[in-house]
């Protein structure tokens, strides 16, 4: 038909929200955060596809400061690309209400939502239910050659504060099963935001000319078994045996799920596992000889996009375990650690929010059968 006919009645991603916040109680108050998610999606996605023919980026006012940083010939303020979407995450959960402190792959250690707003008092919003993990601009490095990006965010439930109102850093060190919600927005040929709740996974592609979310993809559900695997294989050599057997065996049949086996790697998290949740397979950023943990993190990268598979009937795993059941390393007890100073708990924490874990992610055959490798060849500890 005539170029640009339209899918009939989608539903805007707004729409979706408010129904959804409805219809559970346990999640009200999020829509406005979510939707505040989406806003800043849009804003990644228009800087990226700028990214090239911008000297430097950003908004005409620093949107901390609310002063004009130096500026470029277009009267933006000069800043990395990276720096810029922390800036917009960052704001886009702490000035909708709701999270009162956001852990990012760009802070060193979580920040109130206070301090992110530039409130005198930091603790001002420290009444916030949530508090929320993200990494901005994931595979960064792939603008350059005009490759797909991605954003991935996760939101928990802030602890009970125990009366002090200081930040609760420690209420970031939670396992993945706490995640309220997930996501993650793929900036490729289409910009398409993934989001679960927690009852299901949903897709919204973004209309480029209305600039509106719309939904694509209700209730995703990844095949259970699929032919597409998406490694970094150049580190063979370094995988332990247990991954190494795994790709080897499947290379020797050249099948993978009774099919045809293909390999896919775009190097991107967030490309490659939605490859992997839209046609099945497996996604795997193993341990290596150098990384014994992976390259990925936990708390903003692996979990969340753990949840969204687990939601869309596939399966997240580090080797050992669910993914979504490892809880971050914990600062030591008070006065046990060696740090008497404050620097040296941050530090502690700084270790947790921050560890990496062996990740793979996609059909539940698959991952399985991966695991089994672990099980029959891995070292027993
Ligand atoms: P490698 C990007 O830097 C990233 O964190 C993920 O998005 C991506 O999957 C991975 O690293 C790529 O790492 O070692 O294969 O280049």
Request: charged share 25%; with cysteine; net charge negative.
């Amino acid at each position: 038909g005539p170029a640009g006919m339209k899918k009939k009645d989608l539903r805007t991603f707004q729409r979706f929200l408010e129904v959804e916040c409805w219809k559970s109680p346990s999640i009200r108050g999020l829509d406005r955060t979510l939707l505040s998610v989406a806003d800043a999606c849009k804003q990644i996605n228009r800087i990226v596809q700028r990214a090239q023919t911008d000297d430097l980026y950003g908004a005409a006012v620093d949107p901390l400061t609310g002063e004009l940083a130096e500026v470029n010939v277009q009267g933006e303020v000069q800043q990395q690309l990276d720096v810029l979407c922390n800036t917009l995450m960052l704001r886009a959960f702490c000035g909708s209400g709701g999270v009162c402190a956001v852990a990012s792959e760009e802070e060193p250690i979580p920040r109130s939502c206070g301090d992110v707003m530039g409130y005198e008092n930091e603790n001002v919003i420290s009444d916030g239910e949530y508090v929320a993990v993200f990494d901005p601009i994931d595979g960064s490095k792939n603008i350059d050659s005009s490759l797909p990006v991605g954003t991935v965010f996760g939101i928990y439930r802030s602890p009970a504060k125990s009366g002090s109102s200081k930040l609760h850093i420690e209420s970031f060190l939670q396992r993945g099963t706490n995640l309220v919600a997930s996501g993650y927005c793929l900036y490729s040929a289409t910009t398409v935001l993934v989001l679960t709740l927690g009852s299901g996974v949903h897709g919204f592609t973004l209309d480029p000319d209305k600039q509106t979310f719309l939904q694509t993809h209700p209730n995703m559900r990844i095949p259970d078994v699929g032919n597409l695997y998406s490694f970094n294989e150049a580190y063979y050599r370094d995988y332990g045996e247990p991954v190494q057997r795994f790709l080897s065996n499947m290379k020797e049949s050249g099948t993978m799920g009774g099919k045809k086996v293909s390999a896919r790697y775009v190097g991107a998290l967030v490309a490659d596992v939605h490859n992997v949740l839209i046609n099945g397979g497996i996604y795997g950023y193993p341990a290596t000889r150098d990384d014994p943990n992976g390259k990925l993190r936990l708390l903003y990268e692996s979990a969340p996009m753990a949840m969204v598979m687990e939601q869309a009937g596939g399966a997240g795993s580090t080797g050992r375990g669910r993914i979504l059941d490892v809880l971050p390393p914990q600062p030591s007890q008070d006065g046990v650690t060696g740090h008497d100073d404050e620097s040296g708990r941050d530090r502690e924490i700084e270790k947790g929010i921050h560890v990496r874990v062996p990740t793979f992610l996609g059909s539940v055959e698959n991952v399985f059968e991966l695991d089994q490798f672990h099980k029959y060849y891995g070292d027993d500890d």
